[in-house]
């Protein structure tokens, strides 16, 4: 199924890309030098985000034990 609103979006990086033919470090500059022309304020993540969000990430703990059924016919409990 073609979207208008997607590839419009897709023409106009496709575009960008071009310019700089397809070099993404040339890309990425040329962006942040329009967001500094553009004097609006950008978001980006400091130190104590990044680590919050490291520490989402990162695996944890085993999980806990699973299940346990004593027979066919019992309930299922979980040891504690």
Do not use: C, W
């Amino acid at each position: 199924m073609n979207d208008p609103i997607v590839d419009d979006v897709r023409r106009v990086r496709d575009a960008h890309a071009a310019r700089f033919n397809y070099d993404l470090d040339a890309i990425f500059r040329d962006i942040k030098e329009q967001e500094r022309k553009s004097g609006r304020k950008f978001v980006s993540f400091n130190a104590a985000t990044t680590a919050v969000i490291q520490s989402l990430t990162q695996p944890g703990p085993e999980p806990s034990t699973p299940p346990v059924a004593i027979s066919p016919d019992a309930p299922l409990t979980r040891e504690r």
